[in-house]
């Protein structure tokens, strides 16, 4: 027998790769949805030696199929498996079970034997919301030990508040899959890999219509219709906007909408990178945009802009100035405004004067996890 045919036939013997989770998050960032799809009808994932389960089959198709090219880099790897008995733990692979039919087109094929979770069956992969109760209870012991010894040294009377980390443990999982969504329904794309850059200007992965039709195409007979992730990303997809153009514009917003349960101030939603106002044949975009009130918030990074040429700058500043022409009331903030947190308080307060409305009161759980939600949302420190 040749060595090609040798290969050949090693290559047939594979079995498939059924990506998802955070490795499906990653093959998408690079190389996008413009791939077949798979199932046409709804099935079940293959089984006697189709599916890849163990360690050493997944370590074969990562060298015959280059994972790194995919996109897929970190380890393990994230991958379906169709029942628990399969289910493996090691380097190579992090294996899930998928007992339930696949809804139809929930894959793309980016290989001949890799199959990658689409966004939208990636999203509520992630919504399948684990968190460890130990940890968060412990946590909430610290937390409440801490604040009793500040009041005894501060000579406060009264009984300490009591926040429960396994609460905010969940919303904090539910807000970070926010972001991968805004991250799909937006034009750009994360890092992948410990040298990987942002990605501007991209397409859309997917879109909220996209992912509700997606949720909506699953029969109600389907088990995994009455799971934590269903019920999760139930809760979460109101919270996502569309259009999002850079990971500080998806934190601003999430910030300045979320729940005020959640850290957030709750304020009526923008539209991102939307169009105000026509200017003869050139179209005008704001950052964030509250058509009924006519508010602009814009994004202003010099430094990051500044690499881009004192043109840019430019452009930017008669875009606000042509907006205000026009009865718009402009608002901006850089990233050292957005990164402070009481400075950022301020500027919400002021787009909810603006706006009209009144942020609701405020007690120590509130402001607990409005501090913790900052944190989370703008801990990366990138400008862009």
Not at 174 to 192: D, H, K
Not at 208 to 225: D, H, L, Q, V, W
Not at 226 to 252: G, I, N, Q
Request: net charge neutral; charged share 25%; glycine share 6%.
């Amino acid at each position: 027998m040749s060595k090609k045919a040798k290969n050949d036939g090693r290559r047939n013997d594979l079995g498939y790769a059924f990506i998802s989770h955070s490795s499906a998050c990653e093959a998408l960032r690079t190389n996008g949805v413009n791939h077949p799809r798979w199932p046409d009808a709804p099935r079940l994932l293959p089984t006697h030696g189709g599916c890849v389960a163990r360690q050493r089959e997944l370590a074969r198709v990562a060298r015959a199929e280059d994972f790194d090219e995919l996109g897929i880099v970190s380890r393990p790897v994230d991958v379906l498996v169709p029942n628990n008995q399969l289910r493996s733990k090691g380097k190579q692979a992090r294996t899930h079970s998928w007992f339930n039919l696949l809804p139809p087109h929930s894959l793309l094929r980016m290989s001949s034997h890799v199959l990658v979770s689409s966004p939208e069956f990636t999203l509520l992969q992630l919504a399948n919301i684990y968190i460890r109760q130990e940890d968060s209870i412990d946590r909430s012991v610290a937390y409440l030990r801490a604040e009793r010894e500040t009041r005894g040294i501060l000579g406060i009377d009264g009984k300490p508040e009591f926040e429960d980390f396994r609460r905010w443990d969940k919303i904090a999982a539910q807000v970070q899959v926010a972001q991968v969504a805004m991250e799909f329904c937006g034009m750009y794309r994360l890092p992948v890999g410990p040298n990987g850059k942002t990605k501007y200007k991209c397409q859309q992965l997917t879109s909220i219509e996209a992912i509700r039709g997606f949720i909506e195409s699953i029969p109600p007979t389907n088990t995994y219709k009455h799971s934590t992730a269903f019920k999760s990303l139930d809760v979460l997809l109101p919270w996502v906007l569309e259009h999002s153009r850079s990971p500080m514009e998806t934190s601003m917003a999430l910030m300045l909408t979320l729940p005020v349960e959640c850290g957030g101030y709750e304020l009526p939603k923008p539209k991102l990178n939307a169009t105000p106002e026509r200017f003869g044949e050139h179209e005008v975009e704001a950052d964030l945009l509250w058509e009924e009130a006519k508010l602009v918030l814009e994004y202003d990074s010099k430094e990051f802009h500044a690499s881009k040429g004192a043109d840019k700058i430019d452009a930017d500043i008669e875009r606000a100035n042509r907006m205000r022409a026009v009865g718009y009331k402009a608002l901006e903030v850089t990233p050292g405004l957005a990164m402070n947190h009481y400075k950022l308080d301020t500027l919400a307060r002021q787009i909810a004067g603006l706006l009209g409305v009144s942020l609701r009161e405020e007690d120590h759980v509130v402001l607990f996890r409005r501090s913790m939600l900052h944190k989370l949302l703008f801990a990366t420190g990138d400008p862009s």
